[in-house]
């Protein structure tokens, strides 16, 4: 006897079902000289990581775009700023975040302008994120099973 699996709707699915845990997400530290976050960026081959305080509350995000400008002088790049600022000082710390509980429309709107989004509970620590990659592959799979 053929079973059928029941298709879940995506109504159904919260950010949680879809996002990254946070033990798989390579991240930096607030106070991380920016040496350090370039150096992740570069090995993971993301773009941008989330930036976390010592007790992984969820802080911001940097990216190597944002590194890159702040060390490109007039005439040469300054490389010496990479060891004398740290991730806190240039870091985006006003950032979009989600809650594991929120929904799939929720999640689908944040990942519209954005890569990725980053997930954390009530009390501000860190949860995962949510990529855009995410989001799309689980609308395939709903449009087209
Ligand atoms: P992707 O959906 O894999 O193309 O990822 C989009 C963006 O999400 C990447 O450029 C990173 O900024 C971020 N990202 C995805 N996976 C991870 C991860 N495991 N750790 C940290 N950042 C990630």
Not at 76 to 99: A, N, Y
């Amino acid at each position: 006897m053929k079973v059928m699996q029941e298709t879940k709707s995506l109504t159904d699915f919260r950010v949680g079902d879809l996002m990254i845990p946070s033990e798989k997400v390579a991240h930096v530290q607030l106070n991380n000289p920016l040496e350090h976050a370039l150096l992740v960026l570069i090995k993971s081959g993301y773009s941008a990581v989330p930036v976390l305080d010592t007790s992984f509350k969820l802080v911001g995000t940097i990216g190597k775009t944002t590194i890159l400008n702040h060390v490109l002088g007039l005439e040469r790049i300054e490389v010496e700023k990479l060891s004398d600022i740290e991730v806190h000082e240039i870091m985006k710390s006003d950032i979009p975040r989600l809650t594991k509980d929120d929904s799939f429309i929720d999640g689908l709107k944040e990942v519209i302008n954005s890569p990725f989004v980053c997930v954390a509970d009530d009390n501000g620590y860190f949860d995962g994120i949510l990529t855009r990659r995410a989001i799309l592959k689980q609308l395939k799979r709903n449009f087209y099973a």
